[in-house]
């Protein structure tokens, strides 16, 4: 079964610094996508980026970008210039491609706080 | 564009009660996800219907059933109420890939229920 590890339960960033958020995967399927989620204490879960697991270039969206490593599993999210509205719990997620399910695999989450 | 909605914003149930949780996913999306977060934890799936049909469904117990409507609008059902139950129930909206199995990906979520059961 697949199942998604993030290591760090939380993590602190200084405002305008940068910070990297870890999560490793394990999967046998060839092709899958991957997420990054944010959740604030709103509640609401936003997309952030993802990953299609076929191609080599690392997606970025504005201030996030990914580092993904498809042979070590590793996915992990790189915030730069960190803001204030960016704490919040993020979650690594996992979805097999075409699998009959559908469903994402969820992390356990990180906790963000940004320090003004 | 509205996004995804979900009714009601809380819920106060008692142990052995049912509940009932609703889900309107954004035009278009025809494939409705729900997912139950315990506090502390990610998201666990729980069901996925598509075209009105299960597509999927998670390690939860029968006490759990939904449905799809022809409006691709969704219902939760939780039947025979436990403390454990109490946690976020997020609703998720596709566009089904096209693909093998007919699943989706970018899921897209509403603000979530959260059901409390005393």
């Known amino acids: 079964a697949q199942t998604v590890t993030q290591s760090q339960p939380e993590m602190s960033v200084q405002e305008a610094e940068t910070v990297t958020l870890s999560c490793t995967y394990d999967t046998s399927e060839s092709d899958y996508y991957l997420f990054w989620y944010k959740q604030p204490p709103s509640r609401q879960m936003i997309l952030v980026i993802r990953q299609e697991a076929y191609k080599q270039q690392n997606a970025t969206e504005n201030r996030f970008s990914v580092n993904f490593q498809k042979a070590a599993k590793s996915f992990s999210l790189k915030i730069s210039d960190s803001q204030l509205g960016d704490a919040a719990m993020y979650f690594c997620?996992?979805?097999?491609?075409?699998?009959?399910?559908?469903?994402?695999?969820f992390g356990k989450g990180t906790k963000l706080s940004v320090k003004p | 564009d509205a996004g995804v909605t979900q009714s009601p914003t809380h819920l106060i149930k008692t142990r052995g009660q049912q509940v009932t949780l609703r889900c309107s996913p954004i035009s278009g999306h025809k494939s409705v996800s729900w997912y139950q977060q315990v506090l502390g934890q990610g998201p666990q799936f729980i069901f996925q219907y598509y075209e009105k049909e299960e597509r999927g469904r998670g390690n939860f117990p029968d006490r759990f059933s939904a449905r799809q409507f022809p409006n691709y609008s969704s219902e939760l059902n939780v039947n025979a109420l436990l403390l454990g139950d109490s946690a976020l129930y997020l609703c998720?909206?596709?566009?089904?890939?096209?693909?093998?199995?007919?699943?989706?990906?970018?899921?897209?979520f509403g603000p979530g229920t959260r059901l409390t059961v005393t």
């Open positions: 998720a909206s596709s566009l089904p890939h096209l693909g093998a199995g007919g699943s989706s990906y970018e899921q897209y």
């Open positions: 997620a996992y979805i097999e491609y075409g699998g009959s399910q559908g469903n994402l695999i």
